[in-house]
């Protein structure tokens, strides 16, 4: 599955709105490790020219895993 995201993100790099859309999507689908993995990927691979978009999906990621009690 995350080599099918690596070329899903490839083919929409274009886009902003579209990038962190499929990002977005992507973390639902992949497991701990693999998001690890893909973060260091897009950051290296898009990192310049889709910075905020990727600090903004895994922010929300990260928030999203802390529970409030």
């Known amino acids: ?3 099918y ?3 899903i993100l490839a083919k929409v790099s274009f886009d902003n ?3 962190k859309k499929e990002l977005q999507k992507s973390l639902r689908w992949l497991d ?3 998001i690890e993995e ?3 990927w897009v950051f290296k691979a898009y990192g310049e020219k889709h910075e905020i978009a990727i600090n903004e999906v895994f922010s929300q990621k990260l928030l999203s895993g802390i529970e409030i009690k």
């Open 32 to 34: 701990n490790t693999e």
């Open 5 to 7: 995201t690596k070329t």
């Open 1 to 3: 599955m995350l080599e």
């Open 38 to 40: 893909l973060k260091k």
């Open 17 to 19: 709105s579209l990038f």
